[in-house]
């Protein structure tokens, strides 16, 4: 989630894209509506969740288009509707997690997925261009916001949550386990690509005598790290990652990519992992964390794409291997997915805390979609629909063999 863009952004232009949509009043109920209200309420059983009830993981219903629209229209009119107030639950994340679990989400609405899909396998959605878009639309919302959401690393990623008890221990945990994975040592130079505020290379060099490079898209990003690491061996570029070191004129002990491949596309997967290995030396070690899917060909939740991460495009494990077996060495693998679900509470929690600052700048039906964003995500991954994966390569097998630090 780290990599950015440079776009000019505004919180006007922000909210402006969660503006609500033309859509009818509640009227009167039409005898359709009573139709579909029955069969989602069945649906909804299998999950041991129920229309209008009183646990908080129920659904109550505003609007007596509900049903038509969340059955027409899958996770897209889900959250949708949810942005435009048809309906409330008051523990949205396990309400996620539970219709995930019964796999609800294979039964109903499947156009929109359907066309996401072949988008995906026509397109390249990811190429120089379009990578820019994801920028204009989330990261761009402003280094204010994110302030107020994250902990004060501005780690924007899953923290590992172990031994932890706050979001600020859980990502500093997460920030030190990269760099003991990566034996990271006084006098080396790290690459990141996709660095976002640059809280790893920050914690890289204030804690292990490091000095690094970072890449991003994001001029508002670059400014901000460039400020909380003034006096560091930590340097920002603006650059894309497929523009970076095209000569092999530079190489770097270790690399590192947190958050950030879930934008490049399978497309591109390939030629990300070469220009890891082209930047590598060839005793180096490179960290791959990126979040994943179960399955390769499952296509990104049109709602995720429209609102909040756009062309943005989840690897499965699997996709992973084939793309960098001709270039690296598979040496670990680590998941812990389950983490990202405290993780996204806990940002949740302040996000709700900080509203107030943001509420006549963004609007009631931002905060409906960010809500929606936070909640929903923690419930894909309590559910386990999504991993989180730590993966060290290196680009002929570590001699002795790699140990993953305890």
Not at 83 to 101: H, K, P
Not at 225 to 238: D, K, M
Not at 314 to 339: C, K, M, R, W, Y
């Amino acid at each position: 989630m780290e990599q950015a863009s440079s776009a000019n952004h505004t919180p006007q232009r922000r909210a402006a894209r969660a503006a609500p949509a033309q859509r009818p009043g509640p009227g009167k109920p039409r005898r359709g509506s009573h139709n579909a209200l029955k069969a989602m309420a069945d649906l909804l059983a299998e999950a041991d969740v129920e229309v209008n009830g009183e646990r908080p993981w129920d659904l109550t219903i505003h609007h007596p288009q509900t049903a038509e629209r969340i059955l027409g229209a899958g996770s897209l009119g889900l959250g949708e509707s949810y942005m435009d107030g048809w309906w409330d639950c008051e523990q949205l994340d396990e309400f996620i997690a539970r219709v995930l679990r019964a796999r609800l989400d294979e039964r109903v609405g499947n156009t929109a997925l359907l066309v996401q899909g072949l988008r995906a396998r026509l397109l390249n959605l990811q190429n120089r261009k379009r990578a820019w878009r994801v920028g204009e639309v989330h990261y761009d919302t402003g280094n204010d916001f994110f302030e107020a959401m994250l902990d004060p690393s501005m780690a924007y990623t899953c923290g590992y949550w172990k031994d932890a008890g706050t979001l600020a221990e859980a990502q500093t945990a997460k920030l030190e386990l990269i760099c003991r994975k990566l034996g990271l040592r006084p006098g080396m130079r790290l690459l990141d690509i996709g660095c976002g505020w640059g809280s790893l290379m920050k914690h890289a060099a204030e804690h292990h005598g490091v000095s690094c490079v970072g890449l991003t898209i994001s001029r508002e990003q670059a400014e901000l790290g460039r400020a909380r690491c003034a006096g560091l061996p930590v340097e920002f570029r603006l650059e894309d990652y497929r523009q970076f070191g095209a000569g092999g004129e530079e190489r770097f002990d270790r690399v590192a990519s947190i958050g950030m491949f879930e934008h490049v596309g399978h497309k591109n997967h390939r030629q990300f992992f070469q220009v890891a290995r082209r930047c590598l030396a060839d005793d180096g070690l490179f960290l791959l964390h990126t979040i994943g899917k179960n399955r390769r060909g499952t296509p990104t939740d049109p709602w995720i794409d429209r609102y909040i991460f756009p062309n943005g495009d989840l690897p499965a494990l699997g996709q992973i291997a084939d793309a960098s077996e001709s270039t690296f060495v598979v040496e670990d693998v680590h998941n812990f997915g389950a983490d990202y679900d405290h993780t996204l509470m806990a940002w949740h929690a302040n996000f709700e805390a900080a509203w107030p600052r943001f509420a006549a700048i963004y609007g009631e039906r931002f905060r409906r979609m960010w809500r929606y964003y936070l909640l929903a995500c923690a419930g894909t991954f309590r559910a386990r629909s999504n991993q989180l994966w730590q993966v060290m390569l290196s680009p002929y097998g570590a001699r002795g063999g790699y140990r993953r630090p305890e």
